[in-house]
Nanobody, 117 residues
Framework: QVQLQESGPGLVKPSQTLSLTCTVT??????????WHWIRQPPGKELEWMGGIAYDGTTYYSPSFKSRTSVSRDTSKNQFSLHLTSVNTEDTAVYYC?????????WGKGTLVTVSS
């Protein structure tokens, strides 16, 4: 069974870059037909899909985040990462990493990132 664990700073200052890493166990991030995603939930709001990377390294982004977001991977560590630039207080949220394969979703527990000076 695939398991995902987010890691990264819990506090980021405005205008800085938010960087999170998702460590995957139980399967390889290059296994065919997996896609790997970053999704967030601001306080009191719905889940927001930010972007993802497929098993073959193809990346795709939500238009809402495309100008500030990049998703990358390190296959040697079986990890994928999120970088969100120029953060502001509205980027405060619980950030989740997610895997999808054959219409089955796997979720990390989520990590709260607060943007504050």
């Amino acid at each position: 069974q695939v398991q995902l664990q987010e890691s990264g700073p819990g506090l980021v200052k405005p205008s800085q870059t938010l960087s999170l890493t998702c460590t995957v166990t139980g399967d390889s991030i290059t296994t065919t037909y997996y896609s790997w995603h970053w999704i967030r939930q601001p306080p009191g709001k719905e889940l927001e899909w930010m972007g993802g990377i497929a098993y073959d390294g193809t990346t795709y982004y939500s238009p809402s985040f495309k100008s500030r977001t990049s998703v990358s991977r390190d296959t040697s560590k079986n990890q994928f990462s999120l970088h969100l630039t120029s953060v502001n207080t509205e980027d405060t949220a619980v950030y989740y990493c997610n895997a999808r394969r054959a219409n089955v979703d796997y979720w990390g527990k989520g990590t709260l990132v607060t943007v504050s000076s």
